[in-house]
């Protein structure tokens, strides 16, 4: 049976949970967690954790801030004013901007609207979370380098 190493193809169901037990995500029976191994897709820490099982095995896995989404970084929380805001919709608490369209490198989600505009939070939603992880491994594949490029960062389902 295969091991996760480099380049290894993984496929797992997990779930994701706050320092309460609250779930924050799971994966589904029609999108479950899939990545290659050591490409920088996943948690460095996690991609530690997994390093080494194989198929069926279980693993869980609680990481700090520091080792998972960061801290709260306060000075990510500004004011932008009307006139930096998207002006083809109407800008409402809750929602996710992502500066320069689709092609954005970071996310930034409104947390409240202002006289001036609106109070942004740029920083990743888990950021300050101690998460714990439960996954299953369901495969592993083998390295094939080709189909690493078919690979997507993992989309989040929430609970």
């Not at 050591?38 to 279980?58: F, I, K, N, P, V």
């Not at 202002?114 to 979370?129: I, S, Y």
């Not at 390295?143 to 989040?156: A, C, F, G």
Request: proline fraction near 8%; glycine fraction near 8%.
């Amino acid at each position: 049976m295969t091991k996760i190493s480099t380049y290894c193809e993984v496929t797992a169901k997990y779930v994701l949970f706050d320092e309460n037990r609250l779930c924050l995500a799971t994966s589904t029976p029609e999108t479950p967690l899939r990545y290659v191994h050591g490409t920088g897709q996943m948690l460095a820490t996690l991609e530690t954790a997994l390093s080494g099982h194989q198929a069926g095995d279980y693993i869980k896995v609680t990481l700090t801030p520091e080792e998972a989404y960061g801290p709260h970084r306060p000075e990510l929380v500004f004011e932008a004013i009307k006139e930096n805001l998207p002006p083809s919709q109407e800008v409402q608490v809750g929602m996710t901007l992502t500066p320069g369209g689709q092609q954005g490198k970071f996310s930034l989600k409104v947390v409240a609207l202002t006289e001036k505009g609106a109070l942004l939070d740029g920083n990743h939603p888990l950021a300050g979370k101690t998460v714990t992880w439960e996954i299953t491994i369901l495969s592993v594949e083998p390295p094939n380098i080709q189909r690493d490029e078919d690979h997507k960062p993992i989309r989040w389902v929430t609970c």
